[in-house]
């Protein structure tokens, strides 16, 4: 397994913009495909967007689609998501994820066996 550390979480107003990064242990960080998930206060942990070991492909949930961006630079063994146009709704808990099996950029939480503690987002309104 990768230890992941994420970073950039805070509190911004509806409308503006944060980075969230993740940091990962290891040597094969380029071997595990990416994810970033999240999780608000009596809710479901839900899946926002994946990344492919490459970078190449990506894949996102509906509600940030063409908000969000998923990156990945493998030499620095970080993935960030760049989150812009915030709504309150994105008001959440935001983990970094990672999978060892070669299942492609999935958005099911069985998908991935390594977790990161978690970010917060609040987004006012």
């Known amino acids: 397994q990768v230890q992941l550390v994420e970073s950039g979480g805070g509190l911004v107003q509806a409308g503006g913009s944060l980075r969230l990064s993740c940091a990962a242990s290891?040597?094969?960080?380029?071997?595990?495909?990416m994810a970033w998930f999240r999780q608000a206060p009596g809710q479901e942990r839900q899946f926002v967007a994946a990344?492919?070991?490459?970078?190449?492909?990506?894949k996102y949930t509906d509600s940030v689609d063409g908000r969000f961006t998923i990156s990945r630079d493998n030499i620095k063994n970080t993935v960030h998501l760049q989150m812009n146009k915030l709504k309150p709704e994105d008001t959440a808990s935001y983990f970094c994820?990672?999978?060892?099996?070669?299942?492609?950029?999935?958005?099911?939480?069985?998908?991935?066996?390594?977790w990161g503690q978690g970010t917060q987002v609040t987004v006012s309104s």
């Open positions: 290891g040597r094969t960080f380029s071997r595990y495909f």
């Open positions: 994820a990672a999978a060892s099996a070669g299942l492609g950029t999935r958005p099911e939480l069985y998908a991935y066996d390594s």
């Open positions: 990344i492919s070991r490459g970078g190449g492909s990506t």
